[in-house]
């Protein structure tokens, strides 16, 4: 199954500052979710974005999708210091299985 | 929103030894689960697929044998590492779906097994 590509690795911002994340993928999705990851935990479901939809919103994050480039972002607006997680994006192909990206490691500073 | 627990956290063992781990989903119908391992710093990998009632298809390249899926109700699954070795410690997550829920998936809090 395919993976997402996720850039950047890593991300440092100061609290208050957005924080941008990328995710490029190869083939046809069903959908495309982003997930965080507090260190050692499972896994938080942000938001789901159909391949036929191309923004979303929930609070603070904005997703996009953009099926002809075969790419999403996720913003987080107005960081905070409780943000600080990996981020993954995850495909989800009509095979049902979901398929997770290298991640994005964002660190918030106080 | 859904909860799925996943027991144990942690989990220290012999080389040797077998290791279950729990995934139960807690209110609602899991119809299908998933098994991921994830090495540090690294992403998820897909290891299986169990549906409730039925063998568990596992990933190219996971041995069957190795990991054992039970999927015996529709809300517990059970991975267990048999004869672990050192290069089995890792952290091992779960997910749930449920019939309306396939697409988006609840993740238990992972295990981390570490085998000496």
Known sequence: SQQGEEDPQALSIQEGENATMNCSYKTSINNLQWYRQNSGRGLV????????????????????????????SLLITASRA????????????????LSFGAGTTVTVRA | GAVVS???SRVICKSGTSVKIECRSLDFQATTMFWYRQFPKQSLMLMATSNEGSKAT????????????NHA??????????????????????????????????????TQLSVL
């Open chain 2, 6 to 8: 996943q027991h144990p």
């Open chain 1, 45 to 72: 479901h942000l938001i789901l974005i159909r391949s036929n939809e191309r923004e979303k919103h929930s609070g603070r994050l904005r997703v996009t999708l953009d099926t002809s480039k075969k790419s999403s």
């Open chain 2, 58 to 69: 596992y990933e190219q390249g996971v041995e069957k044998d190795k990991f054992l899926i």
């Open chain 2, 73 to 110: 109700s529709l809300t517990l699954s059970t991975l267990t590492v048999t004869s672990a070795h050192p290069e089995d410690s890792s952290f091992y997550i779960c997910s749930a779906g449920g019939v309306r829920t396939i697409e988006k998936l609840f993740f238990g809090s992972g």
């Open chain 1, 82 to 97: 409780a943000d600080t997680a990996s981020y993954f994006c995850a495909l989800f192909s009509n095979d049902y299985k």
